[in-house]
């Protein structure tokens, strides 16, 4: 049974919740779209690969299916982050140059049933 202040109580906190999430959403939108403008005018000027040309190549390449696609530029370079899910079930996240489709780093995450069986447990 709930008292008759927790229910007005419980109300403002979802409504700042709310609030705040309304004021922060434009916000992320705006990085998304300057994201995204990036890529059009890099892509029309011939400056970067297009984004099917490289997922086609990486899909390929490390037996997988791409999940998330960023992209940035860092340090001048245009750079495709991919995290892509292969087909043993293990995620990659790889850096792409965008220029020419160069593979510039690898991170992988181990199963968990993996990490189980090297931690000596």
Known sequence: MTSCTALPLRRLILSCVALCLLC?????RASDDVSHELARQALEQGRVLPLRTVLDKIEREYQGQALKVEFEQDD????????LLQSDGRMVKLK???VDGRVLD?????H???KDAHSGR
Request: glycine letters at 4%; hydrophobic letters at 40%.
């Open 112 to 114: 968990e049933k993996d």
């Open 24 to 28: 922060a959403s434009p916000m992320l």
């Open 96 to 98: 792409v140059d965008a």
């Open 76 to 83: 001048g370079r245009f750079l495709y982050k991919i995290r």
């Open 106 to 110: 690898i991170k992988r995450k181990e």
